[in-house]
């Protein structure tokens, strides 16, 4: 018999109600943070229930309070140009700010003040994850921040958390919204990629300056801290090695079309026998692969782990309110631990593994050159590539039968290879000497291929 | 700058190797256990490491201790025929007995002897889930159970704390692996349910006694398990109503495929303005949903919430290892409280939500007739639907033009029609005064199509 009044009656109880509020403390009132206020403010009850003890939004700190008076829900009278005063007199504080110089000056006041804290902040932990990870672990604070990699997608948790008695061997996943938006437009418009982004920045799914997503520090932030949660390792930024979006073009999309493929841009990150590695790259993949159907700004990451094999986590990867779904559940967690008198499992980096060199791991390549068609042309070519030991898998040589090639006036076709597994290093000397022989011209296109 | 060297020597340090090790008690020793039992074996270190103190496997229960000779890392001198001494002689336990009786009365004992309690018994707390968070809670501890719902997939935690600071409005996946790949292969190879039923078992992939998996009930208790967490409700077996795959035929599933679609077990729980909901039914899915290619023992489940919006986890849902995987991400969490001295959230089913009644949801459905066709029998089966408010959305008359119907002797058509959405009951009944007229014969099929 289950005893259903018993259970029915509990959750927060009267004296709970009458407890002391915890108090949170809102830095940065923008897009995510009018969300996470309102999700605090109007969700109040249930959230008290879910802890156990009431919490209340006690400041709100941005450089202009007047942007806030368009949220009902926030009371103007918490509102203030003070940020240091609101990360130093809160029980959790939630920071909303980004970039890495005076949101880490705030975060560690917060945490040396004995505050929790829960951030969004993926430039910052990408940065100066370790030093802050260590700095809550000695005051004995939380630090959560499930909303830095893939937005709403309950992902870092269940990495930290859930995948702990597992080993964790490689993730692989589309952790940028507007690359990926971009992409997707050009796959279905046909358009360049610099008419693509005019079009996204004026409907605002880019930034005004777009560098850090187009060219991928969004998502290589996100590798460094995927890495270092999945693998117990420091891993920072500038471990990752980065290729962003900006070189694809119309040409590079018709052609991955034609052969029933896509051009996503990844975030992979590997624990192998050579080292970690983290990379972003854009990459071919099957228009079957599930995630080729990740679109505009859905998220998604492939896990690998030894005994859990393959996991995928899907979302919404950016956004207001999917984004403060994800702070507010980081909020009661924390606030969990306070009305429990604990904190959650700090993050050991007890691993000190090395670097995997950049030729360390292999992938099959897509070069498409652009060349002046005559006897001997593949031949050449071809002879190039066995030089250099790079097998080939595939030539196509028909897919645009004739195009015009920026400062080269005669017609130009083009020759598409695809290589066995290879590395980097090796790939690209290769296509260099191809380069260099007469009959090529214009840029060549690298494209890894996903297995 | 990141103070690298003194991150890099945390983690476990000589006091904590020399801390007294938690203990942690085995309850089963079969394939999910064998597997446990490995991971915390093998990963000895590396789990102190991540728990901040060792733990060590103590006690072994199962009702053949010869049966884990085949096990090297199992230390026999730990196993034992005397499950309760290691149910109650542990700082955890983990129980991996299945069923109801004795299950629970081991969790009982073992919660109250001040242990923490991991399963991956689903039909234990489908039935009993809201008396054992409570008694949990009154002593203290911990209980958790990844397992019990998507196997390897890390879904219940992120749903019980990520989640935490949203309203979970309803969730639909594919949950039980074994009609999963019965439905795969009549799909693939045109067989009939029975035949790969057999070939099932013969395989392994289905039990002796299928009847749990095939009509449904394992979905249902993970169905159950889903809704209360996710609507803090207590919601339990009896509460899920329950269609299972067993009236599937290869007719049904030739005709899915003739319109592109495919046949799905589903576990649906939703939170409406009627009531809470749990149900189990085979669905129609169109080919290209992405519940559509999810095959053999993976399971994916959607979510969609207030704020994160859609949410889908996807992973395998069977097997030794990938459910030992969860099964020790929990024994780690419920480690790490311990030696932090504190434990995890609760399960407060703070809410007293109605159940919905059967017909308070409305959907599409495809029904299928056997008829002996002569002039009118259209007119006369729409005339039937439109007097019960049924609106029809196609009919499909063409997709076998000729077949024998058991107990019939004349040749028989299928007629096949899709509705508008309307409720389960009006439907039912129309089918009913259809399936009265004359020149219908045989069993007349009846799917969900999903949106």
Redo the contacts between chains.
């Keep these: 018999?289950?005893?259903?009044i018993?259970?029915?009656q509990?959750?927060?109880s009267v004296a709970d109600q009458n407890a002391t509020p915890i108090r949170v403390g809102l830095l940065g009132a923008g897009t995510v943070g009018s969300?996470t206020a309102r999700?605090?403010v109007e969700?109040k009850d249930?959230?008290a229930?879910?802890i156990?003890r009431p919490i209340e939004l006690t400041g709100v700190a941005c450089l202009d309070p007047k942007e806030t008076e368009r949220f009902p829900w926030i009371d103007q009278s918490i509102v203030t140009t003070d940020t240091m005063s609101v990360a130093t007199n809160s029980d959790i504080v939630i920071e909303l700010i980004g970039g890495t110089t005076v949101a880490r000056k705030f975060v560690l006041a917060a945490i040396e003040s004995g505050a929790s804290v829960v951030t969004a902040n993926k430039a910052l932990l990408a940065?100066?994850?370790?030093?802050i990870?260590?700095a809550a672990?000695a005051k004995g604070v939380d630090i959560y921040f499930?909303a830095a990699v893939g937005g709403?997608?309950?992902f870092l948790?269940?990495l930290r958390?859930?995948?702990?008695?597992?080993?964790v061997t490689s993730m692989l996943g589309i952790v940028n919204g507007t690359t990926n938006y971009i992409l997707d437009e050009m796959t279905v418009k046909g358009l360049q990629f610099d008419d693509v982004l005019k079009d996204a920045q004026a409907k605002g799914y880019a930034e005004a300056d777009p560098t850090g997503d187009i060219e991928g520090y969004d998502a290589a932030n996100k590798a460094a801290i995927m890495a270092t949660l999945g693998f117990?390792?420091?891993v920072?930024i500038d471990d990752v090695s980065v290729e962003g979006i900006t070189n694809i073009t119309a040409d590079d999309i018709a052609a991955a079309t034609a052969e029933h493929k896509v051009i996503k841009l990844l975030a992979v990150v590997e624990n192998g026998e050579a080292g970690v590695s983290a990379r972003v790259y854009p990459a071919l993949i099957d228009e079957n692969h599930?995630l080729a159907?990740v679109h505009g700004s859905f998220n998604a990451i492939f896990v690998k782990?030894?005994?859990?094999?393959?996991?995928?986590?899907?979302?919404?990867g950016a956004?207001g309110?999917?984004t403060?779904?994800?702070?507010?559940?980081?909020?009661?967690?924390v606030a969990?631990?306070i009305a429990?008198?604990?904190?959650g499992?700090?993050i050991?980096?007890?691993?000190?593994l090395k670097k995997a060199p950049i030729n360390a791991s292999k992938a099959a390549f897509a070069v498409r050159f652009l060349i002046h068609d005559k006897p001997g042309v593949l031949a050449a070519i071809a002879t190039e590539f066995a030089r250099n030991g790079v097998s080939i898998n595939g030539v196509n040589q028909d897919l645009k039968p004739s195009l015009k090639a920026p400062g080269y006036d005669g017609e130009v076709q083009q020759l598409r290879l695809v290589t066995h597994a290879t590395d980097e290093i090796t790939l690209r000397e290769t296509v260099k000497a191809v380069q260099a022989l007469d009959f090529v011209t214009g840029q060549p296109s690298i494209l890894r291929v996903l297995d």
């Design positions: 018999m289950v005893p259903k018993a259970v029915q509990k959750g927060i969300q999700l605090i969700q249930e959230l229930a879910r156990g940065k100066y994850g370790p030093e990870y260590a672990e499930e709403a997608i309950p948790r269940p958390e859930s995948l702990v008695g597992d080993k117990h390792t420091s920072t599930p159907s782990a030894e005994a859990a094999d393959d996991l995928m986590f899907y979302g919404r956004g309110a999917p403060a779904s994800a702070v507010v559940g980081d909020v009661v967690t969990r631990h429990a008198g604990c904190t499992p700090s050991p980096l007890y691993k000190d």
